[in-house]
């Protein structure tokens, strides 16, 4: 889902999937335009989240599929 969320949303989100998929991964797509910090935002409140299986990060180039 492409939808915006402010980081608590995005946390409560996670939780409520954690509860019906404990082994739930989170994989990130960013492209290099992407601002660092958001993106440490996202991967620190997956940690908060107790997500076990980690966090996946992905890079692309902007305007490449």
């Known amino acids: ?3 915006p969320v ?3 949303r995005l946390k409560e ?9 404990p082994d739930l991964q989170l994989a990130i797509s960013a492209d290099k335009t ?3 910090g958001q993106v440490i935002k996202v991967m620190d409140a997956a940690k908060e989240t107790k997500l076990k299986t980690g ?8 305007g490449k599929p």
Not at 13 to 21: C, H, N, P, Q, S
């Open 34 to 36: 992407a601002p660092i």
């Open 55 to 62: 966090v996946n990060l992905f890079t692309k180039e902007p």
């Open 6 to 8: 402010t980081i608590e």
């Open 13 to 21: 989100k996670l939780l409520a999937e954690l509860a019906k998929a």
């Open 1 to 3: 889902d492409a939808t």
